[in-house]
């Protein structure tokens, strides 16, 4: 249903490519599988688009995620690096013992627990971002907001489950990840939450108004090949 009423703006452009990227269909949030990660270098995911509005402008971005392990070295959920090497865009479990977002430290990882399904969200506003972790049992359990988050770059390369240049690996699953270039209300972000996954859109996202705010959707379902199908 979701590609027919609300197909998004990249067509197959939002597909990714994986390097020793699997997909696990035993322990998945929703659906019938989710990407598997470890913390090897050659297990990330290369976006080949422009994953979120470029500069300061709105979106919102919701993955659901899963640690095998909280270990001794970074691993990258989201990772925008430019050609000279800078970091613009930033999400990752610190070695010190937290989640850190260009919104700020999200938790302390001391306060989560392995082999969890947390949601993870983050909503950029009219210039401000705040960051969102949902625990099983709680909605927006912790939260973090950025008043002056900082430009996104264009031209950018993206790494999902890790650097771009293969490095800082996440350890463990992910599921579900969805791009929308709009802030999301709390109300639809919490919609996210109690579905677990946007996998109806059109039943799901009844407020979305244009095709172009929804941007991308990786179910994590299957590859084909070795790419990660935008599924938006």
């Known amino acids: 249903p979701s590609a027919t009423t609300f197909p998004d703006s990249f067509g197959t452009n939002g597909n990714a490519t994986t390097d020793g990227v699997t997909i696990d269909t035993s322990d998945q949030k929703i659906g019938s ?3 598997s990660c470890s913390t090897n270098k050659e297990n990330v995911i290369i976006a080949n688009a422009q ?3 470029t500069g300061t402008g709105d979106f919102t971005w919701s993955m659901w995620v899963y640690f095998s392990s909280f270990g001794a070295t970074n691993q990258e959920i989201i990772r925008e690096t430019s050609v000279s090497g800078d970091t613009s865009y930033e999400v990752y479990y ?3 013992g937290k989640i850190v977002t260009p919104a700020g430290d999200l938790v302390s990882t ?5 082999d969890t399904w947390y949601l993870l969200q983050s909503v950029r506003d009219g210039g401000t971002e705040t960051s969102y972790l949902s625990t099983p ?3 927006d359990k912790y939260s973090v907001s950025n008043g002056s988050p900082g430009s996104i770059s264009t031209s950018d ?6 650097r771009p240049n293969e490095s800082e690996g ?5 599921d579900s990840v969805v791009v929308f270039h709009r802030a999301l209300s709390d109300a639809e972000r919490s919609q996210i939450y109690n579905s677990n996954s946007p996998d109806t859109i059109d039943d799901t996202f009844t407020t979305l108004e244009s095709r172009d705010e929804l941007k991308l959707w990786y179910s994590c379902e299957t590859l084909s090949g070795s790419d990660l199908i935008n599924d938006a």
């Open 110 to 114: 001391s306060a989560l627990a392995v």
């Open 137 to 139: 049992s709680e909605f």
């Open 94 to 96: 610190q070695k010190t």
């Open 51 to 53: 994953l979120l509005t």
């Open 157 to 162: 390369e993206w790494g999902i489950g890790g």
């Open 170 to 174: 996440f350890g463990g699953l992910i």
């Open 33 to 35: 599988g989710c990407i």
